[in-house]
């Protein structure tokens, strides 16, 4: 039912484009190479669904479809820093490999207490159009631990 709405089955539904990736309890280092420049997370994703919308385990959901679909994307983060004390740290909605400015949400961290941040924004998908997650350390190189993420796009 990628191509057509079935209004007449009405015992059938049609399916409802999303996706949804996540992980949690990760160790993986995301390398911050320049200060207030995000990078994409390092992170091993496990695909929960995904309808119309291909994910993959490096944290990229693509969409399927064949017509334009304006989707909702939220993504909830949680993070420490490698080493040290408070950081600011800004993760952000990446679409097509861009971060969206707008999306930025920041949020202090160290390397004994986590902080946190929950992304909102919506995109207009075209075919081939995906999303990831990215980050940056304000002000600062060091490294950052993403420890769980849910990215839900619907």
Do not use: C
């Amino acid at each position: 039912d990628i191509r057509w709405p079935f209004s007449g089955n009405t015992e059938i539904p049609d399916t409802h484009p999303d996706a949804k990736l996540s992980f949690s309890g990760s160790g993986l280092i995301t390398a911050i190479a320049a200060p207030d420049t995000p990078v994409k997370v390092n992170g091993v994703w496990n695909i929960g669904a995904d309808s119309h919308f291909t994910g993959d385990a490096g944290g990229r959901v693509t969409y399927n479809g064949e017509r334009a679909f304006t989707a909702p994307i939220s993504i909830s983060v949680t993070g420490l820093m490698l080493a040290g004390a408070d950081k600011q740290i800004t993760p952000y909605v990446a679409i097509n490999g861009v971060p969206v400015a707008d999306s930025g949400v920041q949020f202090t961290a160290s390397s004994t207490k986590a902080g946190a941040a929950t992304l909102v924004w919506q995109h207009d998908y075209q075919s081939g159009d995906y999303t990831e997650l990215w980050v940056e350390v304000n002000g600062a190189t060091e490294d950052v631990i993403i420890k769980q993420s849910v990215m839900l796009v619907n």
